[in-house]
Each structure stands twice: as structure tokens, then as C-alpha cells.
């Protein structure tokens, strides 16, 4: 999967020190610029972007990890091409956690890894791409959204896996951090997230088990002061 998308994001495009265009692209390119070269040097996530819309607070109701991320690895290479691969970060790392979180929920091979495949099918989807999630709509500039897809099915997994197991305190922590993430990524794909896991409510109503209930309002309790 892995070497397939990379022959269709050519690594001799993607590590050539060129501006991204297409969509909005180049004023997210922007906004990584200034977080770089002002907010951080003055040890700031969120400050003052006076250069679009009369002016407004970068980051105060939009997502900073992706950004953060192009301006790390632009300390070891130049900023165009950093930029480049946090925007595509998000594209290669789905069929990644979509394999971690089915592996997580339980399922046996091959199922794992078709479920990796048939994520290209998502990933390569034209229809809707302003939705974001898919590979047109994240180089158009919701590439943002995509990245949040990555840690939504890795919070999938481990919750799933530490209601089963609510004595291992490794997949409540990673829950907590999965779902900042996600929050820190797009904030929208807490929506499915929340939607996914009312199963997990019914189903502990239905069986009687209150502290799946318990165990996940911990989880969401503190992720939500976390990411708060």
C-alpha cells in the first residue's frame, strides 16, 4: 500500500523545494510560516495573524499539530518541503492505523490487511472531497481533517481494547492521548468517535457492566481537560 502511494506522490516531487498549490494550499502554507517565524520564537501556539481577514487569532479556533509538525522538521529541511510532507503525513498514515486499529479490536489476519487495501478506495475518492479525509480534499487544503482520521481509528482500537482490558493502564493513557490528538488534528472527527462508542454505552446498559461506562468517562473526562 505503502509503496503504491508513493508512486503516485512521487518522492521526487515531494522532497523538491516547491510551494504546494491547489485549493487553499497556499494560505495554510502561510499560516505554518508565521507560526515559525512568530509565535513560537515568542514560546506561542496561538497569538495574533493580522495578514487575513482585517486579522484574527491563528489557532485559537483552528488545528495546530499538523502545522507544528512542518515547523519541526523544517529545523533539519528546508520549510517548503517539511510543509509538503505534513500535508501528506496524514494520506500514508491511514492504511497504517486502520490496520493497528483492527488488529486492536481483535480480528484475525487477513482481515487487517484488507482493511488497510479498502482504505485506498476512501483515500481515492473525487466525489465529496471537500469533506476532507481523502487524498483530493487534503491537497486542497483539508489535510488537517486527514490526519485526524489517523488518530480516530487508533483511538478506535484502544478503547475498544482497554474496555477489555481496564487493568492495563497503557491503552487508558494512549486513549486519552489518541483523542487530544484528534482534537489537536480536526476536531471533527470526534463526531464519528462519539457516535462509534454509544455502542459501547448500549452495550454495557444492555449487559449490566456500569464500569465500561465508568472507564469511559474517565477516558473522555480527561482527555477532554487535556486537550482543554
Known amino acids: ?33 508565521y507560526l515559525k517565524t512568530d509565535l513560537l520564537p515568542n514560546g ?61 479490536i481483535g480480528f484475525k489476519f487477513p482481515a487487517p490487511a484488507i482493511a488497510s487495501v479498502f482504505s485506498l478506495l476512501f483515500l481515492f475518492k473525487e466525489e465529496g472531497f471537500a469533506a476532507g479525509g481523502t487524498i483530493k480534499s487534503a491537497l486542497a487544503g483539508q489535510f488537517t481533517f486527514t490526519l485526524s482520521l489517523v488518530f480516530l481509528f487508533v483511538a478506535l482500537g484502544v478503547i475498544y481494547r482497554g474496555i477489555e482490558r481496564q487493568n492495563d493502564r497503557r491503552y487508558f493513557i494512549i486513549s486519552i492521548l489518541a483523542i487530544s490528538l484528534i482534537v489537536f488534528s480536526h476536531i471533527f472527527s470526534m463526531i464519528p468517535l462519539l457516535l462509534i462508542c454509544t455502542f459501547f454505552v448500549i ?13 469511559l468517562a474517565k477516558v473522555f473526562g480527561l482527555a477532554f481537560l487535556l486537550f482543554g
Open 203 to 215: 452495550e454495557a446498559l444492555i449487559k449490566k457492566k456500569f464500569d465500561n461506562i465508568l472507564y
Open 44 to 104: 506561542k501556539l496561538i497569538g495574533w495573524f493580522p495578514y487575513s481577514l482585517s486579522g484574527f487569532p491563528l489557532f485559537q479556533y483552528y488545528f495546530f499539530l499538523p502545522y507544528l509538525l512542518a515547523v519541526l522538521l523544517s529545523y533539519i529541511m528546508p520549510f517548503n518541503i517539511a510543509f509538503k510532507l505534513s500535508t501528506v503525513l496524514g494520506i500514508f498514515l491511514l492504511p497504517i492505523a486502520i490496520f493497528i486499529s483492527t488488529k486492536l
Open 1 to 33: 500500500i505503502i509503496s503504491f502511494l508513493f508512486s503516485y506522490f512521487k518522492p521526487s516531487l515531494l522532497f523538491l523545494d516547491t510551494t504546494t498549490t491547489g485549493g487553499d494550499m497556499p494560505g495554510h502554507n502561510v499560516l505554518a510560516h
